[in-house]
């Protein structure tokens, strides 16, 4: 018996899906990327494998997991015609379910696009390659989430063909870079720091908590841990500020979720 992990946006058809693999357990956990490989549910399931649905490959675990990719067609030759970027060389980036659509991008803006490929919420190392390459970014996709880490990370503007629309949009992100400098502005004056680990496989950095805990020296810090960070996990516990040493998106769009300031390890 195998147990099968789909991402949220895709539970609906999680029967299909099922019926197409056979003999699996389906589980309705949230499945926020390749991280979060359900290991100890499949264990207990007694699943001796474990298919991943809809992510690409990301970490290795003591249970084998089969990654299945799930790629949309989605052909943006008609958006495309519409674009209307100032920018000359632009950046094609994606999640893995439109990599197929990068390559007609790149057929229909010819010399202006140079392909990076798939960007995770925690990994845009594909973008910064070519980042010195070119302008701007256009990321085909839906949702800003993978868009906005890019802006973050290499300081271009960015634009989402927004495949849901059929649309160019601009992602800003000054409202993130204003709710970062508050938190390390506040953080400074903590006395107390609660570092946050996850135990989600491939989110689990206690190694860097541990580093980060003697970096606070002499200031006073305690380890916390838990599968998936919330704010509501943490009302009550009596420290100044957070360190988030697990997904990074978590301190970056959640951020005034959390009733203290919380950084993450390259903001502190
Ligand atoms: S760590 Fe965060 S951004 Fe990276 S794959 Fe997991 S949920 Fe997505």
Do not use: W
Not at 102 to 122: D, F, S, T
Not at 236 to 256: F, H, L, M, Q
């Amino acid at each position: 018996m195998k147990l099968l992990q789909i991402p949220d946006g895709l539970k609906t058809k999680a029967l299909e899906i099922a019926d197409e693999l056979g003999d699996v357990v389906i589980s309705y956990e949230s499945c926020y990327g390749a991280c979060d490989i359900k290991e100890d549910e499949a264990k207990r399931l007694g699943c001796d494998k474990i298919i991943h649905y809809g992510h690409s490959k990301m970490i290795d675990t003591d249970i084998p997991v089969e990654y299945v990719e799930h790629r949309e067609k989605y052909d943006p030759t008609n958006a495309l015609k519409k674009l209307d970027i100032k920018f000359d060389k632009i950046g094609l980036i994606s999640a893995v379910q439109f990599l197929d659509s990068l390559k007609v991008a790149k057929k229909v803006l010819g010399e202006r696009a140079v392909i990076g490929g798939q960007v995770l919420g925690c990994d845009v190392s594909n973008a910064e390659k070519i980042a010195m390459n070119v302008d701007c970014f256009l990321f085909i996709g839906s949702g800003k989430f993978h868009a906005i880490g890019v802006a973050l990370k290499t300081g271009k503007p960015v634009y989402i063909l927004n495949v849901e629309r059929d649309r160019i949009e601009e992602v800003d992100v000054r409202l993130f870079e204003k709710q970062k400098i508050a938190a390390q502005v506040l953080a400074r004056d903590a006395k107390v720091f609660g570092i946050l680990v996850s135990t989600k496989p491939g989110q689990m950095n206690i190694k860097l908590a541990k580093e980060i805990k003697e970096k606070l020296k002499p200031k006073k810090s305690y380890i916390l841990s838990m599968d998936e960070i919330k704010p509501e996990k943490l009302l009550g516990i009596k420290v100044d500020a957070y360190i988030n040493t697990a997904c990074p998106r978590i301190a970056i769009e959640n951020r005034t979720d959390f009733k203290k300031p919380i950084l993450n390890p390259d903001e502190l």
